[in-house]
């Protein structure tokens, strides 16, 4: 199933504070509504003064409520009819007075009396100074929130509007809109493990350098994320990479080749399911240096020795997961999948091609071509959040078709 298609009709109601980062929301209703959400808008007074309800109106397509004793805007969809429309609610910028007052259970205007009033989830995005943030008063609100069962994404942390640096900073509205996506993810997934590489390896040549290469890991983690969100318990073998854990994932980090097939293989048998989305390095050292190699006018040579290869160690071991793996080419990515799926004797492999700058290593889209021994199927571009969603959905997919053909 199109992954666009479970969320038609899912219905945010965006509540938006009165704080600088409120001029983002008009982004977020196009990223909301890119996705197929029907979104509409709540704002407080003081939000008006940053951004205007006509400009929030025309991008959600539904007059914008303020005011809790407006007759009009009440005749239209009265706040409690509001509250029970919505499937989520997106407290986005929560500013500290807006979450204080939700902690406070407060119905004096319409932003809280909605989460007062909701029956839906709350989401709460906050965005502030970061001294306020940090204050004692704001942490003990957003804690009792949680308590509660309202869900806190962000803050990010970086440069303020006010000149400041530090915590405070609303998550920017893709991440938000991606988060929201995962959010309304069916559990495919759910009772299953999932075991997956992801990064790049590192091989020393001796204390101070290694052999490497460009792979940021972004893809392997998106899919870790999207795995989570699908209802699966996620092992992720990362190499050397620059990403925070996403919530809920088992972590194991590596550094060499060698390190990241003894951490698979110590956890195949557990899981139904393997991808491995990491950028292996082929080769090692032959014998890495104890002490830093000193440079001399003449050239050196460096002796290299395969790798194991992960996937077909994998793929060989028996029982074996549903087995996945990757492919990144520059040139006739197709032919050379196909090779791979056939050589590795994988179940599935996802293709893309790294020529395209925009996309692949390091860059936040991605396009696949995903290919099974009977089958193929185009992921066109789009972020690798969205499309890491599209490939566990493809391998779900040919996991219950070859069960139901199996029996
Ligand atoms: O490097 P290659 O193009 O063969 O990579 C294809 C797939 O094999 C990828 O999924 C990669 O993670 C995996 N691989 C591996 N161990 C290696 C080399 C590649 O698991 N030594």
């Known amino acids: 199933m199109n992954q666009s298609q479970n969320q038609v009709n899912k219905k945010i109601l965006l509540a938006i504070g009165g704080g600088i980062a409120a001029y983002k929301s008009a982004d977020l209703i196009r990223r909301l509504k890119e996705r197929h959400f029907d979104v509409r808008v709540v704002m407080s007074q003081s939000a008006k003064e940053f951004i205007t309800p006509l400009t ?37 910028p929560a500013t500290a007075n807006v979450i204080a007052r939700i902690n406070a259970g407060m119905a004096d205007e319409l932003i809280t009396t909605t989460c007062l009033a909701t029956e839906a989830p709350i989401i709460i995005c906050p965005a502030m100074n970061q001294q306020m943030y940090r204050n004692q008063a704001t942490q003990d609100n957003l804690a009792n929130l949680a308590k509660r069962g309202v869900t806190v994404w962000g803050p990010a942390s970086g440069s303020q509007a006010c000149g400041e640096v530090g915590p405070g900073r609303m998550q920017e509205p893709q991440e938000i809109a991606q988060q929201v996506e995962l959010f309304f993810a069916p559990k495919l997934l759910q009772g299953q493990s999932i075991l997956l590489t992801a990064g790049p390896t590192q091989e ?14 972004k893809m392997g983690f998106a899919i870790a994320t ?49 991808i491995g989305c990491a950028a292996v390095a082929d080769y090692r050292v032959d014998k890495i ?5 000193k440079k001399s006018t003449h050239d050196m040579q460096l002796a290299l020795i395969r790798n194991p290869d992960i996937l077909a160690t994998v793929a060989n071991h028996h029982p074996r997961p549903f087995t996945v793996g990757f492919a990144a080419e520059t040139q006739d990515v197709e032919h050379y999948a196909k090779d791979k799926l056939i050589r590795k004797k994988l179940d599935m492999i996802a293709a893309n091609d790294v020529s395209n700058p925009e996309l692949g290593f390091n860059a936040d889209q991605n396009a696949l071509k995903v290919i099974w021994t009977d089958g193929q199927q185009d992921l066109p571009a789009t972020d690798k959040q969205r499309l890491a969603s599209q490939l566990l959905t493809l ?12 029996q």
């Open 204 to 217: 020393a040549i001796d204390p101070v350098r290694y052999i490497s290469n460009h792979s940021s890991g």
């Open 395 to 406: 391998i779900v997919d040919r996991i219950t078709f070859s069960q139901d053909h199996q």
């Open 226 to 274: 999207a795995a989570i969100a699908m209802g699966a318990n996620v092992t992720l073998v990362a190499g050397p990479v620059n990403l925070p854990t996403p919530a809920g994932i088992n972590r194991i980090d590596v550094q060499s080749t060698q390190e990241m097939l003894n951490a698979v293989m110590l956890n195949v048998d557990s899981h139904q399911i393997f």
């Open 56 to 92: 929030l109106q025309a991008l959600s397509g539904y007059p914008v409520a303020s005011d809790l004793l407006d007759t009009a805007a009440e005749a239209a969809m009265g706040h409690i009819e509001l509250a029970r429309w919505a499937d989520l609610v997106i407290v986005a």
């Open 289 to 293: 240096a104890e002490d830093k190699i």
